[in-house]
């Protein structure tokens, strides 16, 4: 690997130490605390206004292939075991470490040129969710499942390679201190783009729907999946407008078997020999942190169907109500980690976010109740925006810069592989005992995180070599 020394720092960046890693980005250093003000301003920096409509465009296709697409499954009257093995379909963000060097080092034909190496794969990833979409819309599920399964696996596939993307931009556009409140931001977007992919689509849905006594429609969906693959067009034109992140100069590769070595194990190594044996207990800790969230959140719009939820009531609590309680999570978490260190919020973070699945149970024996499940909705939000801010700038304060697209990619693909894999049977487990032990089932699987979180917290900084 090339010393990082030997390289111009990135505009707004300092030089790094050799390691790549500047000291104040390992999580358990003890962090500098600025003023309030000074802390808050971040928030109105430009790199962190674009990250906010990044933020939309990535979030805007995870709900369309889960959330959002099991409540249209289930309303059309496909089973709960089904259901369940179809969000395997979220795999593809398990495995997107696979083409992330690809896209940390491969350039576009005449897109690269024009747009940069960042904006140039973000650009073409998002073109093919906008179409993926309008095939998930063409499609309907109750006469032929797989072509909306294969539109999904589409989304699903392009929306990785756009965070792959999008996480390095991001790492690439501010300096560490700035990350917890580009991570905020980030999550800000995000979470407006799952109101407008949750609640948006539920209310387009409902509005389109002809008097029929409550029968299914597929129109009604098909005209909102037309409506979110328009809404793509805001990502687009952001990048289209950014500044593309200065360019680290690559070392030349002189074969392809120099270029693979580059580009595929020397990101791996460099996180290896960076943290060492210590490396196993940050993978085992970032592999189940969001397990309780990832696992019970497959059958939540199942749930809300089954208990006789109608669409706008579902749309108004969960997706918009319960979005803006993850809003002010995220910046309550992004402002705490940068004041107090991301380890302690990312305790704050474990515990609240295994708690609250208890509420869920609690809430499958009120029936229908519209006020609990704003309590519910409510807690359970708040939490994950903390949790997510903090996760975030823990794994941002882990990547070297000069591979931050691929090593970000490992870290967030492990985030989501044991929990995705675990989640596609939730289905058959709630078909066996039922959703409330379901729920505390989901909660208890967040208990080894909080012993994880303590172990990662007591780590030592990494060593130069």
Not at 111 to 117: D, F, H, V
Not at 208 to 219: D, F, I, L, R
Not at 324 to 342: C, E, N, S
Request: hydrophobic share 55%; glycine share 8%; aromatic share 10%.
């Amino acid at each position: 690997m090339r010393d990082t020394l030997s390289e111009e720092p990135q505009a707004g960046h300092r030089p790094l130490p050799p390691t790549g890693v500047p000291a104040s980005a390992h999580p358990t250093a003890a962090p500098d605390r600025p003023s309030w003000s000074a802390t808050l301003q971040v928030y109105l920096e430009a790199p962190t206004l674009r990250m906010l409509l990044l933020g939309f465009s990535a979030g805007l296709p995870l709900l369309l292939v889960f959330g959002t697409l099991s409540f249209w499954l289930r309303e059309a009257g496909i089973d709960r075991t089904t259901i369940g093995y179809l969000s395997w379909v979220g795999l593809a963000y398990g495995f997107k470490w696979v083409w992330a060097p690809l896209v940390d080092r491969m350039p576009l034909p005449i897109l690269t040129r024009l747009l940069g190496r960042r904006r140039s794969w973000l650009l073409l990833s998002q073109t093919v969710i906008m179409a993926a979409l309008i095939g998930m819309a063409l499609t309907d599920p109750r006469l032929a499942l797989l072509p909306v399964v294969w539109c999904a696996l589409a989304v699903a596939f392009a929306s990785a390679t756009q965070d792959i993307a999008l996480d390095a931009f991001r790492i690439e556009s501010a300096d560490v201190r700035r990350q917890a409140a580009l991570a905020a931001a980030y999550q800000t977007g995000y979470r407006i783009a799952m109101i407008w992919s949750g609640a948006g689509v539920l209310w387009i849905a409902a509005r389109a729907e002809v008097a029929s006594g409550g029968a299914y429609q597929h129109g009604a969906w098909q005209i909102a999946y037309f409506a979110m693959a328009a809404s793509m067009l805001l990502g687009m034109v952001t990048v289209l407008c950014s500044p593309e992140p200065a360019p680290r100069e690559m070392p030349r590769a002189r074969n392809a078997a120099e270029w693979l070595k580059g580009a595929l194990v020397d990101p791996f190594a460099d996180f290896l020999r960076r943290y060492g044996k210590q490396a196993l207990l940050i993978l085992a800790l970032i592999a189940v942190y969001r397990i309780s969230d990832v696992v019970m959140g497959i059958m939540a719009n199942p749930f809300y169907v089954d208990m006789g939820y109608t669409k706008d009531e579902v749309a108004a609590v969960t997706k918009i109500y319960g979005v803006i309680m993850t809003l002010v999570g995220a910046f309550v978490g992004g402002a705490l980690a940068m004041r107090f260190g991301v380890m302690k919020v990312l305790m704050l973070g474990a515990v609240l976010s295994a708690g609250s699945n208890l509420l869920f149970a609690w809430l499958g024996s009120r029936g229908h109740d519209v006020q609990a499940l704003i309590f519910v909705i409510s807690a359970d939000n708040l939490s994950s925006g903390i949790a997510s801010a903090a996760f975030i700038a823990y794994l941002s304060s882990l990547t070297n810069v000069n591979y931050s697209a691929t090593q970000y990619a490992l870290f967030s693909s492990m985030m989501l592989l044991l929990p995705k894999f675990l989640a596609g049977y939730s289905g058959s487990y709630v078909d066996s005992f039922g959703y409330s032990h379901f729920f505390t089932v989901t909660a208890l699987l967040g208990l080894p995180v909080l012993l994880l979180v303590w172990l990662a917290s007591r780590m030592k900084s990494p060593s130069s070599p």
